[in-house]
Structures are given as C-alpha cells and as structure tokens.
C-alpha cells in the first residue's frame, strides 16, 4: 500500500518567513495529492490540493509542488502569520474514490 | 466546502458499554464515509471505509467487532464502539467525500472510558 513519509515534524519560524514541508509517496499510482491543516481540537481542513497533471499551485500565500518523477510534494507558506500555527498533514491518494493515505504531520509555529 | 457533522462532540462512558458515534453530511450526498483515530500528537489513522449500502471495509489489525460501522443512508453513517475499554478512549473523525477525491471531516469526537 501507500506509504507517505512527511518532515519535519515541527517547525518553528518567525512571523513574516516562510515555511516549507516536505512530503514524498511510494504508490507511482498516486496522482491526487491534498494538504490540510488542523489547529488544536478541531477538524483537520483541506487548504489546498495539486493533482499529477499539474507540477505547481497556488493560493494567495500557499503554494504546493509535485514531483512525480522524484514522488515528492511540498507546502510552500509565505509570510508566515501566527494563525498559520497549526499542524499540516500531506496525504496522497490514487484518486478514483480510493483511499487517502496521511503523512504524520508537522507542527508549525509561528513567532510573532 | 461541503459540511460534515459528528455527534456527540464528546463522550464519557464505563468500562464495558457500548458508544454509538453518529457522523453526518448536511449539504451533500456521500456514498462513502471514512472513520479515523487520532492519538495525541499522531496523524489521522484510518480505520474503516463506510459504504453507503454495503459492508464497511476495515484496515489491518482493527476489529470489524469491535468498532461496528453503519452506513444507512447517502447522509449518515455510524460508529459503535462495542464493549468499550480505556485502550479505547482516544479522538474519532469521521470524514466524507462529495466526489472521488476531496474528503471533508467532521469536528470529531472525544471519547474517555473509564
């Protein structure tokens, strides 16, 4: 199966940097790649999603590239806000209503 | 986005009853449901896809009798966590896609066995 591997498990930047996680799959039939972000006791939110025919997204101050070759993704945040202080989870899934396979997750913290 | 609701938000229950966790879809139609279990600090591990209609379909290593899963309706499914023991308590999410691929989830659910 699909296995997602996702660094670093906590990053901390000060308020006005950027941000950058780092994501790679082992499934070469994965081709739907959505991130989400998950604040403390609440539901994790889709914030964006790139799909294999795209090598890059974006949206305002977040953007994600795919590498099928290399079989990594990235979550670029530029301008880091403290309410960007949450924890972000990468996923990969074959698409087709299969299922979605989750990294581990980073927690961000911005310093004001 | 689409929206999914969860009840109860939380839970507290005795050692050896039996939870019943309802997740639905308000404003969309979902033939297929997700349920996850999240520990502190740990990403989302899933543990069954609910299919309106059919069988739910388990990951490894977790109890189809243990954690029961209905999926009624295109609008509800539910989890029942059978004979629940404090290994149990921990955070459910449940989730729900309004197509292939987007997922949406609903706020959880905290149960504490005790």
């Known amino acids: 199966g699909e296995n997602v591997e996702q660094h670093p498990s906590t990053l901390s930047v000060q308020e006005g940097d950027s941000a950058v996680i780092k994501c790679t799959y082992s499934?070469?039939?994965?081709?739907?790649f959505p991130w989400y972000k998950q604040e403390l006791g609440k539901r994790p939110q889709l914030i964006i999603d790139i799909r294999s025919n795209v090598g890059e997204k974006k949206d305002q101050r977040i953007a994600v590239t795919l590498n099928k070759t290399a079989k990594h993704f990235s979550l670029h945040i530029t301008e880091t806000q403290p309410e960007d202080s949450a924890v972000y989870f990468c996923a990969a899934s074959p698409g087709g209503y299969q299922k979605v396979t989750f990294g581990i997750g980073t927690k961000l913290q911005v310093i004001p | 986005g689409a929206v999914v609701s969860q009840h109860p938000s939380r839970v507290i229950c005795k050692s050896g009853t039996s939870v019943k966790i309802e997740c639905r879809s308000l404003d969309f139609q979902a033939t297929t449901m997700f349920w996850y279990r999240q520990f502190p600090k740990q990403s989302l591990m899933l543990m069954a896809t609910?299919?309106?209609?059919?069988?739910?379909?388990?990951e490894q290593g977790v109890e189809k009798d243990k954690f029961l899963i209905n999926h009624a309706s295109l609008t509800l499914s539910t989890l029942t966590v059978t004979s629940a023991h404090p290994e149990d308590s921990s955070f459910y999410i449940c989730?729900?896609?309004?197509?292939?691929?987007?997922?949406?989830f609903g706020p959880g659910t905290r149960l504490l066995v005790l």
């Open positions: 499934d070469s039939a994965s081709n739907y």
């Open positions: 989730s729900a896609r309004d197509g292939p691929e987007t997922q949406y």
């Open positions: 609910s299919n309106e209609g059919s069988k739910a379909t388990y």
